[in-house]
């Protein structure tokens, strides 16, 4: 129970890494609130979990609406009296060079992926200092560490996320608000954004491709949700409580070489 007492929120809790990442940290004695786009998909993790007599709150929310973070934030407190971690999970990906991409999705991409990274962690400290505790994960990537040609909005949105967060924790660290912020950067992990772009390039030998894509990673194999779930469990949990501004890749010795 590495998080018994403490309340948790994660964005883009619906499916892929932000349903696993729910699942562990309810299993390990969190009250989770999981929020998503789609209160469909938010309903369906949370309804998973109480099921199984875990604490799982199921809440719409787009992240890119700043009046929606306050909205959501307020009822997290008044259900619960605290926030102790935020997951700024949620995020898109649109294929594109830094020739072809078109404003309007270089647009979308950083409005997910970086402008509501920003919008959750501002609100987060500003709840999280009143108990002076918490502990803010920004799901970023391997893609904020490298180059990869057909994501130039991907990369620097992501590329935005890493240093944004050590930004972030030297301002928490300076006025002693004891909240540690780190970035989370998953590899190749499978999940429906990884295995729908494959399928949606129609590559004539997608097999080819996949091993392709797998010769890149020393162990071998894309990750499970639970992998990055599990590094997320430590830096919410006080496991990490020496640990802010820092990266903790999840990408099977990819960015080693």
């Known amino acids: ?3 018994e007492g403490k309340v948790a929120l994660v964005t883009g809790g619906g499916s892929g890494i932000g349903a696993a990442i729910c699942e562990r940290f309810s299993e390990e004695g969190a009250v989770v609130f999981v929020t998503d786009i789609n209160e469909d998909s ?47 999970n949620a995020g898109i990906a649109i294929l594109g060079t830094a020739e072809d991409t078109s404003l309007e999705d270089w647009h ?24 002076q505790a ?14 990869l040609p057909f994501h130039a909005a991907y990369n620097a949105s992501k590329g935005g996320v890493r240093i944004f967060t050590k930004s972030a924790a030297l301002h928490c660290a300076d006025n002693q608000y004891n909240i540690r912020i780190n970035s989370l950067h998953p590899g190749y992990i499978e999940t429906p954004m990884i295995i729908d772009g494959i399928e949606s390039q129609n590559f004539a030998e997608p097999a080819e491709f996949k091993a392709g894509m797998l010769s890149t990673i020393p162990l071998g194999t894309m990750g499970k949700p639970v992998d990055v779930a599990n590094a997320a469990l430590f830096l919410a949990s006080d496991e990490s409580q ?16």
């Open 1 to 3: 129970m590495r998080l």
């Open 42 to 88: 938010a309903r369906s993790t949370a309804d998973k979990l109480s099921a199984q007599g875990l604490h799982a709150v199921a809440m719409q929310q787009d992240v890119t609406v700043e009046q929606r973070w306050s909205e959501v934030l307020t009822e997290v407190i008044q259900q619960c009296g605290q926030l102790d971690v935020l997951v700024n």
């Open 108 to 131: 979308k991409v950083q409005q997910v992926n970086l402008n509501a990274v920003f919008l959750g962690t501002r609100e987060a400290i500003k709840v999280m200092k009143v108990n």
């Open 134 to 147: 918490g502990s803010i994960i920004n799901v970023a990537s391997v893609a904020g560490m490298i180059g």
């Open 242 to 257: 020496y640990i802010t501004g820092s990266e903790l890749v999840v990408d099977g010795g990819l960015t080693a070489r």
